[in-house]
């Protein structure tokens, strides 16, 4: 006898995850425009929505009941966990790069 236990219906951890990782992805985004045209506020933004991100992915992964398909969206949480950690590693890479540009920019 198989028992199947998988839930298909929007659960409140598959929403939290699924809004975290949109969250992520929107600072990863942030991160490649801040990267590209080295923009102070697109770095800061990028950090700031990688590190929203990451934190509510990690709080879903600890808080979550089941694996896969039990719908306590652990899946996403780890997609948002990844999604915002890479979101502040590039707003933190062109953070650094528009500081040290302006420092080679400045007189004498």
Do not use: H, K
Request: include cysteine; charge should be positive.
């Amino acid at each position: 006898m198989v028992l199947e236990s998988t839930v298909y219906s929007l659960t409140t951890g598959r929403l939290v995850a699924s809004t975290a990782a949109v969250i992520a992805l929107a600072g990863v985004v942030l991160g490649g425009v801040a990267l590209a045209r080295a923009g102070r506020r697109a770095s800061a933004a990028a950090l700031a929505t990688g590190g929203a991100g990451a934190l509510a992915g990690a709080f879903v992964v600890a808080t979550a009941d089941g694996g896969p398909g039990s719908g306590s969206g652990i899946v996403g949480g780890f997609v948002a966990l990844v999604l915002g950690l890479t979101a502040a590693l590039l707003g933190g890479l062109a953070r650094r790069r528009t500081r040290t540009c302006a420092v080679d920019e400045q007189p004498g």
